[in-house]
């Protein structure tokens, strides 16, 4: 019964989609954005959702996370009144299944930068991170799957303890300028005296 009522919802939708002569193509870009670059075990990181494009009818996703990172329990939310400000009938996010989705009887427009939803996830272990949205599929105004543009920022994770290393650019370095030290004169002291040479006068024999 489930499956007849979801079949008839996607029905509903391509037909509006197939009436809309003036669709045009759908064209947008997904980016997971972190608060962070790097973190060590322990610490969180909170990881947002920016969408900018057009024509896009509806659009669902799943996270999923690797094994350096766990997703925070009931982190997952979507701005407030999302679905008002989209002027759709829903967009929202399921925390059970960890879920985003959106949809609309025709294609809409995201701003640039569009926030849809956000999350936060823990550092398990040392590496190279980044969650996945899994199978993220946005559907044009025909009800046809595109691949959409998508960025996502990963994180270091570094031990418990060690140093991170500022993100700041290193200034480069003054130039080294050789300096030559001077040569003080020597102390009175050390002077030393010209040695003076007895003169012998020349002995006389007398007659």
């Not at 079949?7 to 608060?35: D, P």
């Not at 075990?41 to 509806?58: C, H, I």
């Not at 996270?63 to 002027?87: D, F, H, I, M, W």
């Not at 879920?99 to 701003?111: K, P, Q, R, S, V």
């Amino acid at each position: 019964m489930k499956r007849i009522l979801i079949s008839i919802m996607m029905l509903a939708v391509m037909l509006s989609g197939m009436m809309n002569v003036h669709a045009t193509e759908a064209q947008i870009k997904v980016e997971l954005r972190a608060s962070k670059s790097q973190i060590q075990v322990g610490e969180t990181v909170e990881y947002t959702v920016l969408v900018t494009g057009s024509g896009v009818v509806a659009m669902q996703f799943e996270l999923r996370c690797p094994a350096g990172l766990s997703y925070v329990p009931n982190s997952g939310a979507t701005p407030e009144n999302l679905a008002q400000k989209l002027g759709v009938p829903a967009a929202d996010w399921t925390e059970l299944s960890k879920m985003f989705t959106f949809y609309n009887d025709i294609g809409i427009n995201f701003a640039p930068g569009t926030e849809i939803c956000r999350f936060s996830c823990v550092a398990q272990q040392e590496g190279v991170w980044a969650p996945e949205l899994y199978e993220l599929l946005p559907f044009d105004e025909n009800f046809e799957e595109f691949a959409p543009e998508f960025q996502v920022q990963q994180v270091r994770v570094s031990a418990p303890g060690d140093q991170i290393p500022a993100t700041e650019p290193e200034q480069p370095a003054d130039p080294v300028v050789p300096q030559t030290q001077p040569t003080e004169p020597e102390s009175v002291d050390q002077v030393t005296e010209p040695s003076t040479v007895p003169v012998t006068e020349p002995v006389t024999e007398p007659d």
